[in-house]
């Protein structure tokens, strides 16, 4: 089986285009790209993504897909913000309870969807999006679709604030990609994780118990859908039901573009994070061309297109070659 670190040549390719795109938007926008107030946003903007991305990367790999992580973010989110709205007089056991109850909402939400998925063997992009449309609905009936606003400064830290010059929030990205690329490299789960994406029905007749690893991958999705959960809230001062939705294709593009294939088995973190910085960059340069949103979705879109006919042929190509 293919090592789980990636090979230096598709790390130098992704590496290359990274460089190449940073370059380009330089030079689209002289004199504004690479501005302190640009670098800041994009450190700011990255982590929430970046966060959601891990958690659906980490599915992807066992051949499945989340759809429901924007869904698990925002219903743990609205329930952090509640209890943070609901304790004004003592900040600090607030944040605890919140803090809490958003991992506990979050991780509940994993293991719904790990159950569906390993033990009622629904397939994964339907019970994900049964998952998605049962908590969107539950996180409208509790806000009504208004915005929960406005929490303490200690709360607002987590998704604005600064520790040694670097934005805290990048830093708990950076924090939850390394822990990430230790569980997928260096655990047992993890191990497992790429061969029932390589090969379910080999894996489990290997003594692997794949219901098992299924379900605490999906746990761990939900997870970092909740860590995200807690930088958006923080970043926004707010929650919200539709916050996000238009994340879900760009984590998806992300972790494609990244090196995981859609089939399972295959992918990194340094991967995944050195598309994350493209597409970031990306999306800064599209705002100060003032380039319509709409578009910018599209555009998504068509990368996302390229990128998977373009892993399409070359895996063709190796077939031809093998025989």
Known sequence: M?????????T????????????????ANPGTF????????MAYQLPELGILT??????????????????????AGIVAAIILKSQPGSPSVAFLLALGACLGVSSAIGLLNGVLVAFVEMPPILATLGTMTLFNGISIVITKGYVISGFSPAVLYIG????????????????AAIVMSIFLRKTRTGFSLFMIGSNAMATKFSGINNMAVLIRTYLVSGIYSGIAALVMISRFNSAKSGYGDSYLLITILAA??????????????SGV??????????????NLLRVSSFLTTAIWGFIMIAVMVTNFLIENRKTRGAT
């Open 12 to 27: 130098s390719v992704l590496v290359g285009i990274m460089i190449l795109v940073i370059i380009i938007m330089v030079l």
């Open 160 to 175: 604005n604030g600064m520790l040694l010059g670097i934005p805290f929030p990048l830093l708990i990205f950076l924090l």
């Open 34 to 41: 690479l501005t302190y107030t640009n670098m800041k946003g």
């Open 256 to 269: 494609v573009l990244g090196g995981v294939k859609s089939e399972g088995g295959f992918g990194n973190v």
């Open 2 to 10: 293919r090592p789980l670190r990636l090979e230096k040549k598709e």
């Open 273 to 286: 994070v050195i598309a994350l910085i493209t597409l970031q960059v990306l999306s800064s340069g599209f």
């Open 54 to 75: 891990l958690a659906m990367m980490v599915v992807m790999i066992s051949g499945g897909i989340n759809l429901s992580i924007i869904a698990t973010a925002n219903m």
